[in-house]
């Protein structure tokens, strides 16, 4: 199975989240980011330039993690998500924990520490995995 890479980032004229790849400007457009989405069309999707696609705040980027939470949302970097299992409250992060490699999803909890949200042996673990918002939209939800 591959996993699907794309991103997503905030739209900066509108504030609406836009779905895609990312795409570095260059020439007088260095140091911008975009975000072309992933649609055929795209006349349809407002601020749009057809060969840079939306520029987007770079606060906001995150990557898919390829994983899905038990409602089947699509989980990105950024993301705040909550255990059902135990009530923990975690920032999902994509990358290596401080002591291993790992493959899947990380995050921090309240106290810092790294705790792993799925691993490749566990695939139901996500069964108990609810999205409740993201860190730029709902900051809050990360204080207790």
Known sequence: M???????GMCIISGNWVYGDLIHG???KDGKLYILPLVKNLASVKHCDPLD?????????GQFTGLHDKSGKEIYE???IKDLLTNAVYLVKIGFCKKRAY???????????????????DENSNTYILVIGNIYENPELLNP
């Open 2 to 8: 591959n996993k699907e890479i794309k991103f997503r």
């Open 26 to 28: 260059v020439g007088h």
């Open 53 to 61: 696609g939306v520029e987007v705040d770079p606060k906001t980027i």
């Open 78 to 80: 950024g993301d705040i």
């Open 103 to 121: 493959t899947g999803v990380w995050g921090e909890d309240l106290e810092g520490y790294e705790v792993s949200i799925n691993n490749d042996s």
